[in-house]
């Protein structure tokens, strides 16, 4: 059981939710979204738009400035701890496209001097002149998008590159970088467990120093929700997935969060700090922001399409969503991410990144741990291997009522 001071409570005498109070800031991180790739892939349902002929890049690289220096009083005098430019597809940007931006950034934000910053790539899109430049430009950490090295299920995912283009990619990025991730899909369209082998088996070959392995869901509003293919079935699904972690751990990676597999010293910050509930600036278009400020949580949305995005003059014209989270939701949200990790997180992290007593979410803690969906002591809590096996059972015992 984990002990519950009296005063810990944030109720008022009317039984209300009190006040969040923050003792101090989580770390800050920086995203940057980049709206445009080559070809919209059918499972994608990340905001991305067909480059098309002409790809405003400086007129884009304009408007971010512009849109980080409105945002400065949200996050005014406080460290980044990582960047991370995503897509769409961020190689298409040039060397001195990139160069321009994260020097726009260290004018204006106080990057710590050993920042992760990483930047998603395509294969597709690599030139080895090109990537060296990145890495002048303070890239250290690439993540690497293959999917599959099988041809038929590159056809299917709509990738725009072969396997031999994949392998020459992940080789010019080693080149390069000491701090690649590839990513990669599993349960994909008619798979068979012996093509996911090969495909874990060629990525582990590169000896690169994490892993991102996503089962492929069949999302909303994407061309694969109007339709469908075949997936492997769950039995199937559940021997790919013990597979995966057999050959991870055989090849010395930690599997740290649900879809994240590292070796060792080698976990990426950004996303860390987003799952554990860290605060996040996004620029760009349809970028997100999650911020600590005046103690309160604040989400914001920025307009999805860049025409709309790059006509904005403030940050008021920029951003199309705003709003505090209320306490009564922010137990939810913080537990939805947090239990991604299946090694746990220390009980003191629900206190310092919520602003909230642990006594807040006491009722759901003890009715997961009944349930045998996790463990928890005055120090430490973490799911069980039952409650990684059914996580979404897990997380939804934390909605509010």
């Not at 991180?29 to 738009?49: G, Q, T």
């Not at 020459?168 to 990669?184: C, E, Q, T, W």
Request: proline fraction near 6%.
């Amino acid at each position: 059981m984990i002990p519950i001071r009296p005063d810990s409570q944030l109720r008022t005498e009317k039984g209300e939710v009190g006040k969040p109070h923050f003792e101090a800031l989580p770390p800050l991180s920086l995203y940057i979204h980049f709206p445009w790739c080559v070809r919209k892939c059918p499972y994608c349902d990340f905001y991305s738009l067909e480059k098309g002929s002409n790809l405003p890049e400086a007129e884009y690289l304009d408007v971010l400035r512009s849109d980080l220096e409105a945002s400065l009083p949200l996050v005014w005098g406080r460290p980044v701890s990582s960047i991370f430019i995503g897509g769409g597809t961020p190689s298409l940007m040039s060397a001195d496209g990139i160069d321009r931006l994260l020097s726009s950034i260290r004018a204006l934000l106080p990057v710590l001097p050993d920042a992760e910053i990483s930047m998603e790539a395509n294969p597709g899109t690599f030139e080895s002149g090109k990537f060296k430049s990145y890495r002048e430009s303070g890239i250290n950490r690439l993540s690497i998008g293959i999917q599959s090295f099988n041809a038929r299920h590159l056809h299917q995912l709509g990738r725009i590159h072969d396997s031999d283009e994949a392998k020459d990619a992940i080789a010019i990025a080693m080149k390069y970088f000491d701090n690649v991730n590839l990513d990669l899909m599993i349960a994909l369209p008619e798979q068979t467990l012996e093509e996911l082998e090969q495909d874990i088996s060629t990525a582990l070959s590169f000896q690169t120093q994490h892993l991102s392995l996503y089962q492929l869901t069949i999302e909303p509003n994407t061309w694969f929700a109007k339709r469908p293919p075949l997936l492997p079935n769950e039995d199937v699904i559940e021997r790919m997935q013990n597979r995966v972690e057999e050959m991870t751990a055989l090849a010395g990676f930690e599997h740290y969060e649900v879809s994240a597999y590292a070796k060792p010293g080698h976990q990426c910050w950004h996303n860390k700090n987003y799952w554990l509930f860290g605060d996040y600036l996004g620029i760009g278009a349809a970028a997100h922001s999650k911020l600590t400020v005046n103690d309160e949580i604040i989400r914001q949305m920025r307009h999805r399409n860049p025409k709309l995005y790059m006509e904005g003059d403030e940050i008021k014209s920029r951003v199309e969503e705003q709003f505090t989270v209320q306490s009564s939701d922010v137990g939810f949200e913080f537990m939805l991410n947090a239990l991604r990790f299946t090694g746990g997180f220390p009980a003191s992290l629900f206190c310092e990144r919520t602003g909230l007593p642990l006594s807040f979410i006491l009722e759901p803690l003890e009715k997961a741990r009944k349930k045998g969906l996790l463990t928890m002591d005055s120090s430490f809590i973490r799911p069980t291997e039952l409650g990684k096996r059914f996580l979404n059972d897990l997380q939804q015992i934390f909605l509010p009522d």
